[in-house]
């Protein structure tokens, strides 16, 4: 069967969009063999170019994105935490993990996912075929709330600017949202995670597939099915869009 001209079309739009970014992140001034954003500023500039110049402009990657957040102070959890956990992962993963804060072991080695709940979580990923260096993860707060309470409002606020910052500089074409402050925060909506998992939603264009948290699966070992129902939907929207895994998914 012949592929849809428009869909084709559409794919790659968001492959060179993607690149762009790519670019981007790394500073790159102008892309070779077509108009420079300096160019661009010209009166004699093409319109329909501009949008891409915007892509092309220097742009802060995730190394400068860390160094604008400083020792952040933005909001109350700076006077409690031990480490700001940024993330960790490629930074041009097409699939990105996002949770919701920092617990205890990750405010001691200023990592996500590092204590039981990250055991579990990195056995998920390679199940997907890939590894905790082949994706970005990163959570909705960078510092941990005392005693791993709720993220409050002012704290989400505080932070998602940079959450969507990184999205932005990453650009995954993928994103799986652990849990019901995750899949709120991303889109914008306060339905249970029973609600909103199993199928995919959008962000500006990304998809995003809420599935149960790490930690409540330790607690709800009988749902750890349900949440791979979930990542065997990630897996084969990747290959649709034609993204290898650097391994081989278990079943």
């Given at each position: 069967m ?8 559409a ?6 969009r ?5 670019y ?12 420079t ?10 319109p ?23 020792e ?39 990592e ?31 510092c ?23 999205i932005d ?14 899949a ?17 939603h ?19 070992p ?8 979930d ?11 034609g ?9």
């Open positions: 012949t592929a849809d001209p428009a869909d084709e079309l794919a790659l739009a968001r492959d060179l993607r690149g762009l970014r790519r981007a992140a790394m500073g790159t001034w102008g892309a070779p063999g077509s108009a954003a300096r160019s661009l500023g010209a009166a004699t500039a093409a329909e170019l501009i949008e891409d110049a915007a892509l092309v402009r220097p742009r802060l990657g995730l190394a400068g994105l860390r160094e604008e957040l400083g952040c102070t933005r909001c109350k959890l700076a006077g409690t935490r031990k480490s700001i956990v940024f993330g960790v992962g490629a930074d041009d993963a097409p699939l990105m993990f996002v949770g919701e804060a920092p617990g205890e072991q990750e405010d001691k080695r200023g996500p996912f590092v204590g039981p709940a990250g055991e579990l979580l990195d056995k998920m990923i390679e199940a997907m075929g890939w590894s905790r260096s082949s994706v970005y993860i990163a959570n909705v707060l960078m941990r709330p005392p005693g791993n309470r709720n993220p409050q409002p002012d704290e989400v606020a505080a932070c998602q600017p940079f959450l969507d910052a990184k500089r990453i650009a995954p074409r993928v994103i799986v949202a652990l849990g019901r402050p995750a709120n925060t991303l889109l914008g909506t306060d339905a249970p995670i029973s609600a909103l998992r199993g199928r995919f959008e962000r500006r264009g990304i998809k995003v597939m809420p599935t149960f948290h790490p930690a409540y699966l330790l607690r709800e009988d749902r750890k099915r349900d949440a791979w129902a990542l065997k939907l990630v897996i084969g929207e990747l290959a649709r869009l993204i290898a895994a650097p391994g081989t998914p278990r079943g």
